[in-house]
């Protein structure tokens, strides 16, 4: 283990670097969906907090954080104001400061750019996690949808894409880092990290991807995506027609099956809020759900809302309605997201912002594990944000479902990235269970994807109507990264936290008995002296 070396540069030229990771990093994530900034990114985290303190490298993680998730989140606050929107991202970007706070450290120990990677990966456990069950959004691993490094996401889940992102990002770091004095051996390796990572993600695209789709079960399945009048929070005001126009364009579905010109869907798939009108409350909007099942003629997975239990709760569901036989298998949405779905903390929340006051319902949890069965193949349903949580997606795959479903309602987002983002997360979660997934939206994007995380078909402009019908394959094996669960994540988190352990030991062993401050947490003269 090297003893701290001096920093590249004076800490105020640091902030700077670290702000500019933290911007590179958006850039990884749709719309830009530029996977490699995100190596930029951890690459510009890394020199930034190159030689520093604990406590230094805290704040300059802050300032990363920030600079990342407040353009990332924008869209959070489109309709409610800013003031939610400020809250979330700084909030959240104290992960990072964490997170600056241990790199520092680990990376003083043999193999840095690993002790790196697994900093990053317990960053994210915590993230994901807390407070009121986490918010995983903008993980490293959610931007390489598209690049070779998804496939690691079949060996080990989302937390071993952003453990080789880390990895990747912090041999490009070490190689820069080389070149003040310049070293030629840390140059060599930290240029081989960072071109064996995505070589490697290539490779295991051979072993890792999915049987041709001849060779493996298929079925057709179709995508009503009704569209809404316009976007914002109003839209639940208009909740009839939201529900007219899902079955208008069921409709329309059942007389091109009619006419032979497309094929007979064996499943058909509706998104989140497609019924805000609850149909066991309202014999009226049950009758027109019922006759729309039964002019299609095949199982409709219907999202609703539905009141109870008690006058102050609801439920956000997907009703499995079976044409002969009415609704049957539900799901309930184990995951509402606090402050918005529900509300926490309600008197500060108002005062925080009068949207919440709009809240006047509590989105109640359901359980189990978001299988369904009782269609022509066991499926397994998140909604939404559900999409973003490792385990809830994992949960129905290894119960045995065969395709997953995304249902969604993204119309309070606006023409934002967000409904792309969310996609994003989508193809990752194909790869990494070997499963289609299917995502039915609103207001789009609509798609679906392949067990190799390709987008096959989606849908057109946001906020118009339309109908994907798709015959995808169906999946019975399991991932490596589904049969080890959350094993992977726990691994690499408790390695980072033993590699602060070990530095601490080590510094103690290694002080002089008349020194009574530990220089790897905090040097107060060190930077007044930089600065």
Same mark, same amino acid.
């Given at each position: 283990?090297?003893?701290?070396?001096?920093?590249?540069?004076?800490?105020?030229?640091?902030?700077?670097?670290?702000?500019?990771?933290?911007?590179?990093?958006?850039?990884?994530?749709?719309?830009?969906?530029?996977?490699?900034?995100?190596?930029?990114?951890?690459?510009? *985290?890394?020199?930034?907090?190159?030689?520093?303190?604990?406590?230094?490298?805290?704040?300059?993680?802050?300032?990363?954080?920030?600079?990342?998730?407040?353009? %990332?989140?924008?869209?959070?606050?489109?309709?409610?104001?800013?003031?939610?929107?400020?809250?979330?991202?700084?909030?959240?970007?104290?992960?990072?400061?964490?997170?600056?706070?241990?790199?520092?450290?680990?990376?003083?120990?043999?193999?840095?750019?690993?002790?790196?990677?697994?900093?990053?990966?317990?960053?994210?456990?915590?993230?994901?996690?807390?407070?009121?069950?986490?918010?995983?959004?903008?993980?490293?691993?959610?931007?390489?949808?598209?690049?070779?490094?998804?496939?690691?996401?079949?060996?080990?889940?989302?937390?071993?894409?952003?453990?080789?992102?880390?990895?990747?990002?912090?041999?490009?770091?070490?190689?820069?880092?080389?070149?003040?004095?310049?070293?030629?051996?840390?140059?060599?390796?930290?240029?081989?990290?960072?071109?064996?990572?995505?070589?490697?993600?290539?490779?295991?695209?051979?072993?890792?991807?999915?049987?041709?789709?001849?060779?493996?079960?298929?079925?057709?399945?179709?995508?009503?995506?009704?569209?809404?009048?316009?976007?914002?929070?109003?839209?639940?005001?208009?909740?009839?027609?939201?529900?007219?126009?899902?079955?208008?364009?069921?409709?329309?579905?059942?007389?091109?099956?009619?006419?032979?010109?497309?094929?007979?869907?064996?499943?058909?798939?509706?998104?989140?809020?497609?019924?805000?009108?609850?149909?066991?409350?309202?014999?009226?909007?049950?009758?027109?759900?019922?006759?729309?099942?039964?002019?299609?003629?095949?199982?409709?997975?219907?999202?609703?809302?539905?009141?109870?239990?008690?006058?102050?709760?609801?439920?956000?569901?997907?009703?499995?309605?079976?044409?002969?036989?009415?609704?049957? #298998?539900?799901?309930?949405?184990?995951?509402?997201?606090?402050?918005?779905?529900?509300?926490?903390?309600?008197?500060?929340?108002?005062?925080?912002?009068?949207?919440?006051?709009?809240?006047?319902?509590?989105?109640?949890?359901?359980?189990?594990?978001?299988?369904?069965?009782?269609?022509?193949?066991?499926?397994?349903?998140?909604?939404?944000?559900?999409?973003?949580?490792?385990?809830?997606?994992?949960?129905?795959?290894?119960?045995?479902?065969?395709?997953?479903?995304?249902?969604?309602?993204?119309?309070?987002?606006?023409?934002?990235?967000?409904?792309?983002?969310?996609?994003?997360?989508?193809?990752?979660?194909?790869?990494?269970?070997?499963? $289609?997934?299917?995502?039915?939206?609103?207001?789009?994007?609509?798609?679906?994807?392949?067990?190799?995380?390709?987008?096959?078909?989606?849908?057109?402009?946001?906020?118009?109507?339309?109908? *994907?019908?798709?015959?995808?394959?169906?999946?019975?094996?399991?991932?490596? #990264? $589904?049969?080890?669960?959350? %094993?992977?994540?726990?691994?690499?988190?408790? *390695?980072?936290?033993?590699?602060?352990?070990?530095?601490?030991?080590?510094?103690?062993?290694?002080?002089?008995?008349?020194?009574?401050?530990?220089?790897?947490?905090?040097?107060?003269?060190?930077?007044?002296?930089?600065?």
């Amino acid at each position: 283990m090297r003893p701290r070396r001096d920093p590249a540069f004076p800490v105020r030229w640091a902030a700077l670097v670290a702000a500019g990771g933290g911007f590179a990093g958006v850039l990884a994530f749709p719309r830009f969906g530029l996977w490699p900034a995100a190596f930029v990114s951890v690459a510009m *985290l890394s020199l930034a907090l190159d030689g520093r303190s604990a406590r230094t490298g805290a704040w300059l993680g802050y300032v990363y954080g920030a600079a990342f998730l407040l353009p %990332l989140l924008h869209w959070t606050g489109i309709y409610v104001g800013p003031v939610p929107w400020l809250i979330l991202a700084l909030a959240f970007a104290g992960f990072f400061a964490v997170l600056g706070a241990v790199l520092p450290i680990v990376a003083r120990l043999p193999a840095g750019p690993l002790w790196v990677g697994a900093a990053w990966v317990l960053q994210e456990a915590l993230r994901d996690r807390l407070p009121f069950g986490g918010f995983p959004w903008g993980r490293l691993a959610f931007s390489q949808a598209e690049s070779p490094l998804r496939w690691f996401a079949a060996l080990g889940g989302a937390p071993l894409v952003t453990f080789a992102v880390a990895l990747a990002g912090a041999g490009l770091a070490a190689g820069v880092r080389a070149g003040w004095p310049f070293e030629r051996r840390g140059l060599l390796t930290g240029a081989a990290v960072l071109a064996v990572v995505p070589l490697l993600g290539l490779l295991l695209a051979w072993p890792l991807h999915p049987a041709p789709d001849r060779d493996a079960p298929t079925e057709t399945i179709a995508v009503i995506q009704g569209g809404l009048p316009d976007r914002g929070l109003g839209f639940e005001d208009r909740a009839e027609q939201v529900l007219d126009n899902h079955i208008r364009q069921t409709d329309t579905l059942a007389a091109e099956v009619r006419a032979g010109t497309v094929a007979r869907p064996a499943l058909v798939l509706w998104p989140e809020n497609a019924s805000d009108v609850d149909p066991f409350q309202n014999p009226a909007a049950f009758k027109k759900i019922d006759h729309a099942v039964k002019t299609i003629g095949v199982p409709v997975l219907v999202g609703a809302i539905l009141h109870g239990p008690g006058a102050h709760h609801r439920r956000n569901v997907g009703i499995l309605w079976s044409p002969t036989t009415g609704p049957g #298998a539900r799901y309930v949405k184990r995951h509402p997201v606090p402050f918005a779905e529900y509300i926490p903390l309600r008197g500060i929340a108002e005062w925080v912002s009068s949207d919440a006051k709009t809240v006047t319902q509590d989105m109640v949890a359901g359980g189990g594990n978001g299988l369904l069965r009782g269609g022509p193949v066991p499926i397994g349903d998140v909604i939404c944000f559900e999409v973003a949580y490792d385990d809830l997606v994992r949960s129905s795959v290894s119960a045995g479902a065969q395709l997953l479903v995304v249902q969604t309602n993204n119309a309070t987002f606006g023409h934002t990235p967000e409904t792309y983002q969310q996609l994003a997360m989508a193809q990752l979660r194909a790869v990494e269970n070997g499963r $289609t997934v299917v995502q039915a939206a609103t207001t789009g994007k609509s798609a679906v994807i392949g067990p190799d995380g390709v987008v096959r078909a989606q849908s057109g402009p946001l906020f118009g109507a339309d109908i *994907l019908v798709q015959n995808v394959p169906l999946g019975t094996a399991r991932t490596p #990264a $589904t049969r080890l669960a959350a %094993l992977p994540e726990y691994v690499l988190a408790g *390695l980072a936290v033993a590699g602060v352990a070990a530095v601490a030991v080590a510094d103690r062993r290694r002080r002089r008995p008349d020194v009574e401050h530990d220089d790897s947490i905090a040097d107060p003269h060190e930077e007044m002296v930089q600065a």
